[in-house]
């Protein structure tokens, strides 16, 4: 059975101009350990089918099943537990919390599953060891680069070992040096953890990178 | 993380938990001002007529008759001169009588007194404005309140006659003649209230006989007393009802009279009161006092608690992008509240006590030095006070000033925890 599978998934925005089709149709699965970017133009539509994937958007029609379950019937109460339990995020904005360390930014969603502080401690500071940022680990993000701040999102989202790592356009605020730091650590955790990544982007250099492409057009997947 | 929240705008939080403290300083001071105020005027009340304790037979609790005298007055006395709490007392007679000039008359209140005893407790008998108090124990002498005086139209060496019951129920007729006037605390107690030697009327009453003329203190109604501290005055109280020797052991007025023969039978308790029962309206006014004052701190706290809903509706526009991202992740909604009602919670709660320690010590020094009103002098001598109030501190008012605190900051934190919560997060996240 494939981690996540999304059957004719349709998003449908109403708005004062008329409604907007964002997501059409979609029907496509990803495996365990994929490392995939789904790729197209601004307002393709990426980060709705994203933000359904991860159940921070319900779907007007359709399925979204992640490991059998069909998030899309869950309860909102439910889907918030469901999202802390299964999902990492990582946003384009990095949005960590600015009052928090960078070692408590990583511990957060750890925090938020009651595990106890030398565990959350330990996983982070071994998280932080491998996106590069030990040193920093007791820096608040306005002390940190913004490559810095997207790694410390990255490894929050990968302190509790989550399924899958749902990460909207990550590279869009980074330089160049930065982005290739961050895909390489992407890249050797996929390797290593076996954590699967879906990206949404429109950067070259991560469609580069992935080992699996799905364009998107018009809410609709092309060339499949 | 909600400490943390608090210092992101380090000065909006510190105008916020320094309104919350200057309020509550202002409050609390408010309290012990106004406190030390009602019981300046309450103190003035009790010196003047009311006194801090009274005992009487059971009898006249029940019917104020001139025949309802005490039935065992040397022990009465000496049991409340062992007292050390009680400083002095003053045994009285009291009837309703009429008193008559040459140009009116009008009903009054005729206090038959041992002059000393009753200016040692009474400072009514103390603060006389023309002439003298009464002097010797059996002379025809009679002090007016200044009011009464007016309305009769008498003056010092003028006669007036009293009209009364005797205790045989004839009427009888005394001359009278005005040796001072005093200067109550009130009209009312002025116009109604009058003094005659207690020697006396009770010899025109026809109370006394040869038994009783060697004490000092023959016959009284009421046996007056004041004490140290008026404000512990239960267990005084208290202390006095457990001597068994007032209650049990009888000691009788002898009388040829009928009715006070039946008294002797009849082996009447005493009944003993605080002031608080003597003037209920004195009682009432220190509750009334109370609640006002917290009804005051109320509204103070109220206006706190709406500049505190302010500060948290400005935090949660700033975080709304934070406060998305962290539903997001996965933070139930219960947990946002709680972030939101903890982060208003520490800055009302930041301010508290150091409103609390201001107001005590403002209130702990002022109690010593005291404050003088200029200007208002006469104003606060017609309720009987001086012009240097004495504020007092108010540890009982501090436990309901946390307690309103908490209420009303916790409801100020309602609101905007209920706007963070409807937040979408996506589209909380789009915000900039």
């Known amino acids: 059975m494939a981690l996540i599978e999304l059957q004719n998934v349709v998003k449908v925005y109403e708005s004062q101009a008329g409604s907007i089709t964002a997501v059409n149709g979609v029907s496509t699965s990803f495996e365990e350990g994929e490392f995939t970017a789904?790729?197209?133009?601004?307002?393709?539509?990426?980060?709705?089918?994203?933000?359904?994937?991860?159940?921070?958007?319900?779907?007007?029609?359709?399925?979204?099943?992640?490991?059998?379950?069909?998030?899309?019937?869950?309860?909102?109460?439910?889907?918030?537990?469901?999202?802390?339990?299964?999902?990492?995020?990582?946003?384009?904005a990095y949005n960590l919390i600015p009052v928090l360390t960078a070692l408590e930014n990583t511990g957060f969603i750890l925090e938020l599953q009651g595990v106890s502080k030398k565990e959350r401690d330990a996983r982070a500071m071994e998280l932080l060891e491998a996106v590069?940022?030990?040193?920093?680990?007791?820096?608040?993000?306005?002390?940190?680069?913004?490559?810095?701040?997207?790694?410390?999102a990255v490894?929050?989202?990968?302190?509790?070992?989550?399924?899958?790592?749902?990460?909207?356009?990550p590279t869009a605020n980074l330089d160049s040096k930065s982005t290739e730091t961050l895909l390489d650590i992407m890249a050797a955790l996929n390797e290593k953890e076996k954590t699967t990544f879906i990206f949404s982007t429109h950067d070259q250099r991560v469609i580069d990178r992935a080992r699996r492409i799905l364009p998107l057009e018009d809410g609709q997947l092309k060339g499949l | 993380m909600a400490w943390r929240n608090i210092w992101r705008s380090p000065w909006r939080s510190i105008v916020v938990i320094g309104s919350m403290a200057l309020g509550v300083w202002a409050?609390?001071?408010?309290?012990?001002?106004?406190?030390?105020?009602?019981?300046?005027?309450?103190?003035?009340?009790?010196?003047?007529?009311?006194?801090?304790?009274?005992?009487?037979?059971?009898?006249?609790?029940?019917?104020?008759?001139?025949?309802?005298?005490?039935?065992?007055?040397?022990?009465?006395?000496?049991?409340l001169s062992r007292d050390?709490?009680?400083?002095a007392v003053a045994p009285r007679l009291v009837l309703q009588a009429m008193i008559q000039s040459g140009s009116g008359a009008a009903p009054a209140l005729v206090l038959g007194v041992y002059p000393e005893a009753e200016q040692a407790v009474f400072k009514a008998a103390r603060t006389i404005t023309t002439g003298t108090f009464l002097g010797e124990r059996e002379a025809d002498e009679i002090v007016l309140g200044e009011e009464l005086a007016r309305r009769l139209e008498v003056e010092?060496?003028?006669?007036?006659?009293?009209?009364?019951?005797?205790?045989?129920?004839?009427?009888?007729?005394?001359?009278?003649?005005?040796?001072?006037?005093?200067d109550g605390a009130s009209n009312l107690l002025e116009e109604t209230m009058l003094y005659v030697p207690a020697w006396n009327i009770a010899t025109q009453m026809g109370m006394l006989d040869s038994t009783l003329l060697g004490r000092e203190y023959p016959v009284a109604h009421q046996v007056n007393f004041r004490v140290k501290d008026p404000y512990a005055m239960d267990p005084t109280v208290d202390n006095l009802r457990m001597q068994d020797s007032l209650r049990l052991h009888h000691v009788f007025i002898r009388s040829r009279i009928e009715s006070l023969a039946a008294l002797e039978r009849d082996s009447t308790p005493l009944v003993i009161k605080e002031w608080r029962s003597i003037s209920p309206e004195l009682g009432y006014a220190d509750e009334i006092m109370a609640q006002s004052l917290l009804l005051f701190m109320t509204i103070i706290l109220l206006a706190m608690a709406f500049g505190i809903l302010n500060t948290m509706l400005m935090a949660i526009l700033e975080r709304t992008r934070e406060l998305g991202m962290l539903m997001a992740v996965g933070m139930n909604k219960r947990r946002l509240f709680f972030l939101i009602v903890a982060e208003t919670l520490l800055?009302?709660?930041?301010?508290?006590?150091?409103?609390?320690?201001?107001?005590?010590?403002?209130?702990?020094?002022?109690?010593?030095?005291?404050?003088?009103?200029q200007g208002v002098e006469k104003g606060l001598a017609e309720f009987g006070l001086e012009s240097t109030i004495y504020p007092i501190t108010v540890p009982e008012f501090y436990l309901p000033v946390a307690g309103l605190v908490f209420i009303l900051s916790f409801l100020s934190a309602l609101y905007p925890a209920r706007k963070a919560l409807k937040l979408n997060p996506i589209e909380s996240m789009r915000v900039l």
């Open chain 1, 38 to 92: 789904i790729v197209g133009p601004s307002g393709c539509g990426k980060t709705t089918l994203l933000n359904a994937i991860g159940g921070l958007d319900r779907p007007n029609q359709g399925h979204i099943h992640i490991d059998g379950v069909n998030i899309v019937n869950l309860k909102d109460r439910d889907l918030i537990d469901f999202r802390l339990q299964h999902i990492g995020f990582v946003f384009q």
């Open chain 1, 132 to 152: 590069g940022l030990a040193d920093r680990a007791h820096n608040r993000p306005n002390q940190l680069s913004g490559g810095q701040q997207q790694r410390v």
């Open chain 1, 155 to 169: 490894a929050r989202a990968l302190a509790s070992r989550p399924r899958f790592i749902l990460a909207d356009e």
């Open chain 2, 27 to 79: 409050g609390i001071f408010m309290m012990g001002w106004a406190t030390g105020l009602n019981d300046a005027r309450t103190v003035s009340l009790l010196d003047d007529n009311v006194g801090h304790g009274r005992i009487t037979s059971a009898a006249y609790e029940a019917s104020p008759e001139a025949t309802a005298l005490i039935p065992h007055l040397p022990r009465v006395l000496e049991n």
């Open chain 2, 84 to 87: 050390t709490a009680v400083t």
């Open chain 2, 156 to 182: 010092i060496d003028d006669r007036v006659v009293l009209t009364f019951q005797d205790l045989a129920g004839e009427v009888h007729s005394a001359l009278f003649y005005v040796v001072g006037l005093y």
């Open chain 2, 347 to 373: 800055l009302s709660f930041a301010g508290l006590p150091i409103g609390l320690v201001l107001g005590h010590g403002t209130l702990a020094i002022t109690s010593r030095t005291g404050i003088t009103l």
